[in-house]
């Protein structure tokens, strides 16, 4: 899918979280942003520590801002919250929206780690990883490099996106926003959560 970066009022919808280890849940925070970063709408939402919900609590948390102007989606990381994994491909199918996650450090890859962690419960933890492939290096005007796992977006398309929503750094500005509001909420909020079964 092509976007028209051209069109100020293209919207991207940045997801990020924050979460303790000790904590049952990682509070996830949604920024709605506009081309000429305008922001027009905010979500919260959680998922487990080490579950497996992911996916769906990306999806609810964009359903609940009952948006039909949202263009993309993008995500601070595939897997979240101690090897929680999404499902990209799936997260787009649901949402009718091309998705980005982006991650920062070049890194070998977990499946060790996700053995060691779980070891009962690697085989589907492992094939979700799997199901991710390889991330894809883009290199941004601002001279910061990042890595993606696109899906409805092709890795050609996906850069000038980022591009556009990155002032300075590495972070696109609707991650960002997302991750400060994430990080405020898990500050206030997160014993609220932490208490709901």
């Not at 919250?81 to 890194?107: F, G, H, W």
């Amino acid at each position: 899918m092509r976007l028209h970066l051209n069109k100020r009022g293209i919207r991207v919808l940045g997801v990020a979280e924050s979460f303790k280890q000790t904590e049952r849940w990682s509070i996830l925070a949604g920024v709605v942003m506009r081309g000429d970063f305008i922001v027009d709408g905010l979500a919260f939402g959680r998922t487990s520590v080490g579950g497996d919900d992911a996916t769906a609590s990306i999806l609810k948390l964009f359903r609940s801002l009952r948006r039909n102007d949202i263009n993309l989606l993008m995500v601070s990381g595939a897997i979240l919250s101690l090897y929680n994994i999404l499902d990209v491909d799936l997260l787009s199918e649901r949402t009718a929206v091309p998705v980005i996650c982006l991650t920062y450090k070049e890194t070998t890859g977990i499946e060790s780690s996700i053995i060691r962690k779980f070891p009962d419960g690697a085989p589907e933890k492992l094939r979700a990883y799997r199901k991710l492939g390889p991330r894809r290096r883009l290199d941004l005007a601002s001279g910061h490099t990042v890595y993606a796992r696109t899906s409805g977006i092709s890795e050609r398309d996906a850069l000038p996106v980022v591009d556009m929503f990155t002032l300075q750094g590495s972070i696109a500005e609707p991650v960002r926003v997302a991750r400060l509001l994430a990080r405020a909420g898990a500050r206030d909020l997160g014993h609220l959560h932490s208490r709901v079964q």
